[in-house]
């Protein structure tokens, strides 16, 4: 028996070690207020973008799930979807009532989301202040935003977890739990933020938020993370090594890169009682884009679960510059028979207010 405690012991300490990095923060710890104003900053991918907001009393199954999971009014919610010009199939967002951002400052940026990433997100929700110290989620490919918790690195940061589950299958999913990362955080002295440490996923979207950073910089001519962080070297696999698995992937300001597939939507339901809304009588908008189920290691993923993030921690100010006309450039209503939307109108998004 004392041998079999050792081994359990020993098996106990080497999996509470491989949860977790276990390393200390890099020092001085990076300044996400200047991240994040960096990265609505650069310049927009597109000037324009389509916002088609549906009829109430419909709403994308995942959407009533998370509402009802969270024990919220289903009538509270207005559902949107938006087309962005890198990519012809839309994305279909939530938004409840009690939160408190813009819905055209949050597409503005999701739309600055590179593309390859943004494609494996299913939907997008914002909400109120449905979970304690959290500012997002993400599961099965969606991702909500609590209140206005939705600067650049928050954004990226959940889209991240889904590139771990979803975009390096031939490694393993998820990502962040093979050798292949693992060894490399381990050959760093420190991680990218306090957060980074909670478990290897976090570690690898806080990783991922600092590689999209330096290679979003640097593609602008900037300096990318050695200009803002002079401890780059006791960070350096993290955000490199994202970079080279990831690749384009994370590469934002690309004219010509657009989605090439997408996850299917969740089923448009009747919010009353949750029937399916049969939505082939309909003559809806068509895009050629691959659409694919997701895969079922990602349904095994039930909870939505709550996240902290680098910006709770930082404790940073909460500015968010708006580029997006309040006023659409045009507005029509689209005819259907049954209802689905309610109107289709086009918004401009104005120029960078940084010259590059
Ligand atoms: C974390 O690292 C420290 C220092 O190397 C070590 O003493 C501690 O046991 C580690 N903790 C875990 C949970 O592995
Ligand atoms: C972080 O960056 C912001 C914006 O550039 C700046 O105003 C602030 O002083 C910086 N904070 C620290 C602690 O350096
Ligand atoms: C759900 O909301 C109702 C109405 O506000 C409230 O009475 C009930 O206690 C809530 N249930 C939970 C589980 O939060
Ligand atoms: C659900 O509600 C819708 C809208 O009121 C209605 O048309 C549909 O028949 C209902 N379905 C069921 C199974 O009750």
């Known amino acids: 028996m004392a041998g079999l405690s050792v081994l359990l012991s020993v098996l106990y300490s080497l999996a509470l070690a491989a949860d977790s990095p276990n390393k200390t923060t890099v020092s001085p710890p990076f300044n996400y207020t200047r991240i994040d104003a960096d990265l609505r900053f650069l310049p927009p991918p597109d000037s324009t973008f389509l916002r088609r907001e549906w009829i109430s009393g419909i709403m994308p199954q995942a959407c009533r799930d998370f509402a009802i999971l969270k024990n919220?009014?289903?009538?509270?919610?207005?559902?949107?979807?938006?087309v962005f010009a890198d990519c012809a199939r839309p994305w279909v967002m939530c938004q409840h009532k009690e939160s408190s951002v813009k819905i055209n400052d949050l597409a503005y940026t999701i739309s600055t989301t590179p593309v390859l990433m943004r494609q494996r997100v299913r939907h997008y929700m914002a909400v109120g202040n449905t979970h304690d110290g959290a500012a997002a989620t993400?599961?099965?490919?969606?991702?909500?935003?609590r209140l206005d918790f939705t600067q650049p690195s928050i954004v990226l940061h959940e889209t991240s977890h889904g590139m771990d589950h979803l975009a390096l299958n031939d490694f393993g999913s998820p990502f962040s739990a093979t050798d292949a990362w693992r060894k490399n955080i381990a050959a760093d002295a420190a991680v990218v933020s306090d957060y980074s440490n909670v478990n290897w996923k976090e570690n690898f979207a806080e990783s991922t938020v600092i590689a999209i950073y330096d290679r979003a910089m640097k593609m602008s001519g900037g300096g990318g993370v050695e200009a803002i962080q002079?401890?780059?070297?006791?960070?350096?696999?993290?955000y490199t090594v994202v970079q080279a698995f990831l690749g384009d992937q994370i590469?934002?300001?690309?004219?010509?890169?657009?989605?090439?597939?997408?996850?299917v939507d969740s089923d448009v339901v009747f919010a009353v009682n949750g029937s399916k809304f049969d939505t082939q009588q309909l003559l809806l908008p068509t895009s050629d884009v691959q659409v694919m189920e997701l895969p079922d290691h990602i349904q095994e993923i039930e909870e939505l679960l709550d996240e902290a993030t680098s910006f709770d921690a930082a404790g940073g100010t909460h500015e968010m510059p708006t580029f997006v006309e309040e006023e659409p450039e045009r507005c029509e209503p689209i005819q259907s028979s049954p209802a689905f939307f309610s109107s289709e109108c086009v918004?401009?998004?104005?120029?960078s207010v940084l010259s590059m």
């Open 72 to 82: 919220l009014t289903l009538g509270d919610f207005s559902v949107y979807e938006f």
């Open 138 to 145: 993400w599961s099965k490919g969606d991702i909500a935003f």
């Open 230 to 238: 002079g401890s780059w070297r006791q960070v350096y696999h993290a």
């Open 251 to 263: 590469w934002r300001n690309s004219e010509k890169k657009k989605c090439w597939m997408r996850y």
């Open 347 to 351: 918004f401009r998004v104005k120029g």
